[in-house]
T-cell receptor, first 111, second 112 residues
Framework: GQQLNQSPQSMFIQEGEDVSMNCTSS?????WLWYKQDPGEGPVLLIA?????ELTSNGRLTAQFGITRKDSFLNISASIPSDVGIYFC???????????FGAGTTVTVRA | DAGVIQSPRHEVTEMGQEVTLRCKPI?????LFWYRQTMMRGLELLIY????????DSGMPEDRFSAKMPNASFSTLKIQPSEPRDSAVYFC??????????FGDGTRLSIL
């Protein structure tokens, strides 16, 4: 699949802080998705973005589809302990339904 | 609503044995995807189906791997013969019209 660069690789945050992570690609995507994976479970879809420039919120989560279609970011506001987990970005091209995944951002919250 | 259901959740077997992983997609979904997750390579797409027909199997690592979807509510991923390097977590995902994919909880496979 295509190469996605996700950063940061990991982060330790204080409860109540805002968190930001992003993904960049060398190729254009038509869809950006953000997933969260808890230990022993499968990735759970958080937010889906379908249009360049689109800004979408889901509770304390906000994600944006970059104008160039080569990047996306995810923000978590006022983090809580259950935000702990691994967050993955995924991109989908125009011509097929394959998802290319970033390497993940591991979030650990200090109570 | 039931999500994607995978079985078994854990499988430990010896090298050379046949392994069969099973997946029941969300009812009404027309796309089914098989992924493998390892620490080294992350999440990789192995194969996907549309309306039970394999569309792209370019991610299947070797001829030892095969996947079938005999009907809209069931798919299998088979490894024969299995090798230690096949140890990973295997995920099945399904979607409606190929867009947002919903994942099962995976099968953790250990080949000794």
């Amino acid at each position: 699949g295509q190469q996605l660069n996700q950063s940061p690789q990991s982060m330790f945050i204080q409860e109540g802080e805002d968190v930001s992570m992003n993904c960049t690609s060398s190729s254009i995507f038509n869809t950006w998705l953000w997933y969260k994976q808890d230990p022993g479970e499968g990735p759970v879809l958080l937010i889906a973005l379908y249009k360049a420039g689109e800004l979408t919120s889901n509770g304390r989560l906000t994600a944006q589809f970059g104008i160039t279609r080569k990047d996306s970011f995810l923000n978590i506001s006022a983090s809580i302990p259950s935000d702990v987990g691994i967050y993955f970005c995924a991109g989908q091209g125009a011509n097929d339904y394959k998802l290319s995944f970033g390497a993940g951002t591991t979030v650990t919250v200090r109570a | 609503d039931a999500g994607v259901i995978q079985s078994p959740r854990h499988e430990v077997t010896e090298m050379g044995q046949e392994v069969t992983l099973r997946c029941k997609p969300i009812s009404g979904h027309d796309y089914l995807f098989w992924y493998r997750q390892t620490m080294m390579r992350g999440l990789e797409l192995l194969i996907y189906f549309n309306n039970n027909v394999p569309i792209d199997d370019s991610g299947m690592p070797e001829d030892r791997f095969s996947a079938k979807m005999p009907n809209a509510s069931f798919s299998t991923l088979k490894i024969q013969p299995s090798e230690p390097r096949d140890s990973a977590v295997y995920f099945c995902a399904s979607s409606l019209s190929g867009r947002t994919q919903h994942f099962g909880d995976g099968t953790r496979l250990s080949i000794l």
